[in-house]
């Protein structure tokens, strides 16, 4: 049953303006990325870096023995990704759902939509993303420093039994309405060690694994894997050995 409880928003914002927020009746809260400030709604400011993927990740860390019921994830502007229509409906059903709206799309040999879920969004598994991100931080004269070169390498880093898939159902923008219970069946460290794997290039369009993470998010949610009891680094080879080392390091020894 859906918690009779609203859910708490849970923004990352930079400088969206949060006037839209005064149409909801959910207790807010916000990570506030960029100079503006935040009247209204309890915030903390935090560096802008890593995008909502790490928020949600952060949260969830910080709050891990005290979370409310329900907690909905959502961009400075949630309606990029999810239209107010869809997003009031979602919230008011209080139970888990990526918060978008792409049935608009046509289906092609890159996305298509998940006919044996909800009829939400699908990409194909062919890690896109990762080189032609790096290109953007490369063309900004940042030397990326993802540990992954594919989503695999990746899942395989964090989960012990995953296999590769060919499609990948997410929410695009990462947004997503989350009960407690999907966030407490990982351990603390967990949401730590995905958090570890942010790097400080992570300023630049959440960084190369923001793009990642948020394509992950749906298989963690729903706990399709059983996770690691310590991560196992799985990583391009060309990574340097000090990043490999201190990225490793972090992982295994977070509590």
Not at 230 to 243: G, I
Request: glycine share 6%; proline share 5%.
């Amino acid at each position: 049953m859906p918690s009779k409880e609203k859910a708490l928003l849970v923004v990352s914002r930079y400088k969206e303006d949060l006037s839209w927020l005064s149409g909801y009746k959910n207790k807010v809260f916000v990570y506030n990325k960029g100079p503006l400030e935040v009247k209204g709604y309890d915030f903390e400011n935090v560096p802008n870096m890593g995008g909502n993927q790490y928020d949600i990740c952060h949260y969830i860390y910080d709050n891990y023995d005290r979370l409310p019921p329900t907690i909905a994830f959502v961009q400075g502007d949630p309606f990029d990704h999810c239209n107010k229509e869809k997003l009031d409906r979602l919230l008011e059903k209080n139970w888990f759902a990526g918060l978008e709206s792409y049935e608009h799309l046509k289906e092609n040999d890159c996305h298509r939509k998940c006919s044996f879920v909800d009829w939400g969004y699908m990409e194909i598994n062919n890690s896109w993303y990762i080189k032609s991100h790096n290109q953007t931080m490369r063309k900004k004269g940042f030397e990326p420093k993802c540990p992954f070169h594919a989503f695999d390498d990746f899942m395989e880093t964090f989960f012990e039994d995953y296999k590769h898939v060919d499609w990948i159902r997410f929410s695009p923008g990462a947004q997503y309405l989350v009960e407690r219970e999907r966030c407490l069946a990982y351990p603390r460290k967990f949401w730590r060690g995905l958090m570890d794997i942010f790097s400080e290039d992570g300023r630049i369009n959440g960084g190369t694994e923001a793009h990642v993470v948020e394509r992950a998010m749906w298989m963690i949610f729903n706990g399709f894997f059983r996770p690691r009891e310590t991560p196992k680094l799985v990583s391009r080879p060309e990574l340097s050995l000090r990043r490999r080392e201190r990225l490793w390091n972090k992982l295994i020894g977070r509590k």
